[in-house]
DNA sequence: ATGAAAGCGCTAACAG
DNA sequence: CTGTTAGCGCTTTCAT
């Protein structure tokens, strides 16, 4: 009586062996086909139950072309050398979190999972690309870290279903969420107006980005409609640091500054520590406003005034787009774009 | 002359026709399997260039039993219900940024991209289970926010192969990596003691993590060593509003303190908040020393003194694990435990 | 309503 | 060194 070193899991002949019935009538009832008698149904799940049945992924996918898995990429910009080699400093972006939070929430219900890629040199997007095409997975879903990446232009190119976290910056058949930037922006101006501020600055990020541009014109066309044709800018880059900084040149530019709106809550926490080491109170002398309504804006001292990015429910979107089209192929690229809103906080 | 609605993809055949082989010479020198002719070697390139062709996955896994992929779980400890359904709020955390950027750095170089999940119930545990019982990766890396996680145990009765983030809480035959806590809380102690720190307090995090057990034994241990037996203690969940409320708790019990070592960064950056709006200089009256060196360490204002968690390191160790695991599935678990170090910055 | 049989695209003995 | 031959486990016509 010699067991099996490595028992192999059990097959559906197994399983049909087990309930005394063919194979694919246990294949029918797993995969909920109707047209198969109750009676049998129940023979079925019981011989399932018994032999500890679980379908093999890769012969299924093997006949009906499907994965059931969807890609999740984070994409940079990146040339041929690797300038970061290190994803690590990406993914530990809390909007990574966010994103990776929003797909996963609405994905998980449906048993799907997805693989987490990240691409930022010519070589690493073209891995992306392969591993598609190798049918690893059935769409993407990609959020590009800068506006002139490359990489949702090979996946169109390639045929390969995949939706984007926002507009590309060359028109490009593929569907996308995104936010109103430009709204959102504006909420902030009429905001820091309507509380009374006169000399207000604001902290851009950086302008390769099509998101912070639309926020920087967004804010300057909402000033300019209150009265205030010109609005000091200093570019930063979503950093704290650069937040910091931006301030420094702010505060020297116009000392008496007196409401600043920051393109993220991150710039607007370095623009909060630049106050406070000039001795401006907060909101006494400047109010402050940031922008994404993410962790930074609470864990803040003050909490700030913020404009609200729905990034889960944006995330979320995307999954259900690139479902949608998975299901029709034939379907159009279509586009999602989310409302922002504005969050008042101490801050301002 | 009818061309194909979906040009199905070219396969293995289509290559070997094109360069006039069978198809087991084409796949030997596609699996890079020498003793093949060096003319024939470029014929099959040449074919496989010109066709276009891309290994179909599914096929390969078929008959090898490997997909080539790991699960990266991120695990709770909930029970059949759900009370946190909501994902973004755990992957929002940096930590697990962190560790998503170190298993992705060691295992993209190699071809292989994880899948991502996330359990939190009995449920979304068993899903995990049956996900990679059904082939859809070979191993699991995970990574429990509570001790008391059972996913651990289920996977180990299940003969799955996977690697944890930090030691079991029940004894398990099973891989993991993790970090000197108690050292590391030491390292905290010696510095604040160094400095001429006499009364120093602790902010604790949730007791029943292991590890914050772990740092918060370690801490005492150390101050006792160096004279103090007692050292108050007021108990945090990680979070900054958590690490807020036990500074004011503290500094209701000892209002003259000068040090507080607080579990993690996170916790140190309420703590921050907290004896700022008290009035007290950070560190002129009182020394702050943190936990991970993580972004909020550096984020903060002063910058944190911290202990060092290479929390990248140790992923990537975990991917190490996991693989060597898989091509010798008959070796042992084994452990790696990282050292800590200090990292010295202004709030100390 | 159920079963028989034909592959999906690939790898891995086994011959030659 | 190369080709032939069997499947891997599943879905899916096509008969019955």
């Given amino acids: 009586m010699s067991e099996g070193r490595t028992p192999s899991p059990p097959t559906l002949e197994d ?3 087990a309930a005394g019935v063919s194979r694919a009538t246990v294949s ?3 995969n909920g086909i109707r047209n198969v008698d109750p009676a049998i ?7 399932v139950a018994e032999t500890g049945y679980a379908p093999n992924q890769a012969a299924r996918s093997l006949v009906t072309r499907r994965t059931g898995t969807v890609a999740l990429v984070v994409s940079g910009a990146g ?3 690797a300038e970061n080699p290190f994803p690590a400093q990406v993914f530990a972006d809390p909007f990574f979190g966010r994103v990776a939070g929003g797909v996963v929430s609405f994905l998980r219900p449906l048993g799907i999972h997805p693989i987490l890629m990240f691409a930022e040199t010519a070589e690493t997007r073209q891995q992306v690309v392969a591993y598609l095409r190798q049918g690893n997975a059935d769409g993407a879903l990609l959020v590009s870290t800068h506006g002139a990446d490359p990489l949702p232009g090979l996946l169109v190119a390639a ?4 939706v984007l976290f926002a507009r590309p910056s060359e028109p490009l058949p593929i569907s996308y969420v995104d936010l109103a930037h430009r709204a959102g922006a504006g909420l902030a101006a009429d905001h820091l107006v309507a509380a009374g501020r006169r000399r207000v600055a604001t902290i851009s990020g950086p302008l390769d980005v099509p998101a912070a541009r639309d926020r920087l014109a967004g804010f300057q066309e909402a000033m300019a409609v209150h009265g205030h044709p010109f609005v000091p800018v200093a570019e930063g880059n979503f950093t704290a640091a650069s937040g910091e900084r931006a301030m420094e040149r702010l505060l020297g530019e116009q000392p008496g500054l007196d409401g600043v709106f920051a393109a993220n809550d991150v710039m607007a926490a370095g623009a909060l520590a630049a106050l406070r080491r000039h001795g401006r109170r907060v909101p006494g002398d400047v109010a402050v406003v ?3 309504d993410s962790s930074a804006a609470t864990a803040c001292v003050p909490p ?4 609200r990015h729905p990034v889960e429910d944006m995330a979320a979107e995307m999954g259900r787009l690139l479902l949608a089209h998975l299901d029709d192929p034939a379907q159009r690229a279509t586009s999602k774009i989310f409302q922002p809103s504005l969050v008042v906080r101490a801050s301002s």
Same sequence: chains 1, 2.
Avoid: N
Avoid at 304 to 307: A, G, I, K
């Fill in 304 to 307: 700030l005034t913020t404009v």
């Fill in 41 to 47: 149904q129940e023979a079925v799940r019981l011989a």
């Fill in 28 to 30: 029918r009832v797993i």
């Fill in 79 to 81: 040339g041929e050398s």
């Fill in 159 to 162: 045929g390969l279903p995949a």
């Fill in 290 to 292: 940031g922008f994404d």
């Fill in 15 to 17: 399983v049909a062996r």
